[in-house]
């Protein structure tokens, strides 16, 4: 077996799984709040207080969910191939699992940052509140890329997907931008594979040259996968 790069791209699916809820899923709310109340720079202004509790509240929930078996089959699929975990979630599920490179695209919810100095950056499993500071003396935010905010790791996954043999795209619509677009980075002879219970076909994946949908959830599609990848 010849040894690949392999770029995976996931999305909220994956995550739904393990019993974290998406916003997608429900209308447009996030755990009962309009996502611009709790995920935008307008949000954050209106009502810190209110930000920081949801985001308290989502940490918390992190603790109760656990990575299944999407998850743990792709930290297989690192004992065959070179594999780079590009992710929209904000959990850390693919690293509890054991997946050893994960780029998160849209921030980590157990980290926090100063509202000045987006680099000063500080691990968290417990709550933030109005006065907690960064090493700068100003407020602590979710270390979270809100909508309207730049997405500072996109330029890094792009490059993952150009380097790669096999794009593996695993629970999600491909409809949020700029992630969405990630797939139209894939080399004319890469191989993609798009894992979704309600696979939707954007206009980088209809004009993908070597593309494999598979119809089934992550626990499902993706040990199958990786099983015949490994072979």
Not at 23 to 50: I, K, T, Y
């Amino acid at each position: 077996m010849v040894r690949k790069k392999i770029a995976v791209l996931t999305g909220a699916g994956i995550s739904a799984e393990s019993g974290i809820n998406t916003f997608r899923d429900s209308g447009g709310l996030w755990e009962g709040h309009d996502v611009m109340e709790v995920a935008s720079p307008q949000g954050w202004a209106n009502d810190m207080d209110l930000v920081l509790e949801f985001y308290n509240l989502r940490r918390q929930q992190l603790k109760e969910v656990t990575f299944n078996a999407g998850h743990k089959a792709l930290v297989d699929l690192e004992k065959h191939h070179e594999v780079v975990i590009i992710t929209q979630n904000v959990d850390d599920l693919h690293e509890r699992a054991g997946s050893t490179k994960v780029i998160h695209l849209h921030g980590e919810l157990k980290k926090v940052r100063s509202v000045q100095d987006d680099t000063l950056i500080t691990e968290t499993d417990g709550n933030i509140k109005r006065g907690d500071l960064a090493s700068d003396g100003h407020q602590l935010r979710p270390h979270i890329v809100w909508f309207g905010e730049m997405v500072p790791m996109l330029d890094a996954a792009a490059q993952e997907i150009v380097d790669a043999d096999i794009v593996i795209i695993i629970g999600t619509s491909m409809q949020v931008y700029p992630a969405a677009g990630l797939v139209s980075y894939a080399l004319p002879y890469a191989s993609i594979i798009y894992i979704d219970p309600k696979p939707t076909i954007s206009h980088e994946l209809s004009i993908a040259k070597n593309l494999t949908v598979i119809e089934a959830t992550a626990t499902e599609g993706v040990p199958r996968v990786v099983k015949e990848l490994c072979e």
